[in-house]
């Protein structure tokens, strides 16, 4: 319990709460001129935004595709839309439908309500899946592009320094097979050369 101590009275509490006032103020500037019956989904959306981009600095640390699938699968059981419980006719966040059909020990209600947030879940997925496709086909061709500056670079140093002769460590030395076609044609023109 002491470290957990040492780590409150490490934190710089009073300017948190300084930094709190002001999003508290700013926040209240923002909807002072928002109809009562909307700010429940102002705070909503407010505090989903707030969420997903806090959690992009967890999924950063996380391994590369377990740190994005993390983040669809918050964004899906935040964002995905459903009905009110008490008018259909309202959109509300499906996880709440879930929760309460769980609650209600409701499983057909619960798993009927899960399906969008499958749908968002599979969607982004699949998206994501599409762009680390073509995200790895332009990284790639950059770095083949890259490597062709590179030596283009380099040939164009020993051009310009006068060196036409490639040194050793410029050198590409290929790999041959002895019995290949080419060799052995070597092979006999110096046998018949040395008789």
Same mark, same amino acid.
């Given at each position: 319990?002491?470290?957990?101590?040492?780590?409150?009275?490490?934190?710089?509490?009073?300017?948190?709460?300084?930094i709190?006032?002001?999003?508290?103020?700013?926040?209240?500037?923002l909807?002072?001129?928002?109809?009562?019956?909307?700010?429940?989904?102002y705070?909503?959306?407010?505090?989903?935004?707030?969420?997903?981009?806090?959690?992009?600095?967890?999924?950063?640390?996380?391994?590369?595709?377990?740190?994005?699938?993390?983040?669809?699968?918050?964004?899906?059981?935040?964002?995905?839309?459903?009905?009110?419980?008490?008018?259909?006719?309202?959109?509300? %966040?499906?996880?709440?439908?879930?929760?309460?059909?769980?609650?209600? /020990? +409701? $499983? #057909?209600?619960?798993?009927? !309500?899960m399906?969008?947030?499958?749908?968002?879940?599979?969607?982004?997925?699949?998206?994501?899946?599409?762009?680390?496709?073509?995200?790895?086909?332009?990284?790639?061709?950059?770095?083949?592009?890259?490597?062709?500056?590179?030596?283009?670079?380099?040939?164009?140093?020993?051009?310009?320094?006068?060196?036409?002769?490639?040194?050793?460590?410029?050198?590409?030395? %290929?790999?041959?097979?002895?019995?290949?076609?080419?060799?052995?044609? /070597? +092979? $006999? #023109?110096?046998?018949?050369? !040395?008789?």
């Open positions: 319990m002491d470290w957990l101590k040492n780590i409150l009275h490490s934190l710089p509490l009073e300017a948190i709460s300084d709190l006032g002001e999003i508290a103020i700013w926040w209240g500037q909807v002072k001129d928002v109809p009562v019956a909307d700010l429940p989904m705070a909503y959306l407010g505090g989903v935004i707030i969420v997903l981009v806090l959690w992009l600095l967890v999924a950063r640390i996380l391994p590369r595709p377990l740190g994005g699938m993390s983040w669809m699968i918050l964004f899906a059981v935040l964002l995905a839309p459903g009905t009110a419980l008490d008018d259909p006719s309202v959109i509300a %966040p499906a996880s709440i439908s879930v929760i309460y059909a769980i609650m209600m /020990k +409701d $499983t #057909t209600g619960a798993i009927a !309500n399906l969008p947030i499958m749908v968002v879940l599979f969607v982004g997925l699949f998206v994501g899946f599409v762009w680390q496709l073509i995200r790895g086909a332009f990284e790639s061709s950059l770095d083949k592009a890259r490597s062709r500056t590179a030596q283009y670079a380099q040939a164009n140093m020993q051009l310009a320094s006068g060196n036409y002769l490639a040194t050793e460590s410029d050198e590409v030395v %290929p790999v041959e097979d002895i019995n290949s076609p080419i060799n052995l044609k /070597k +092979d $006999t #023109t110096v046998s018949k050369n !040395n008789d």
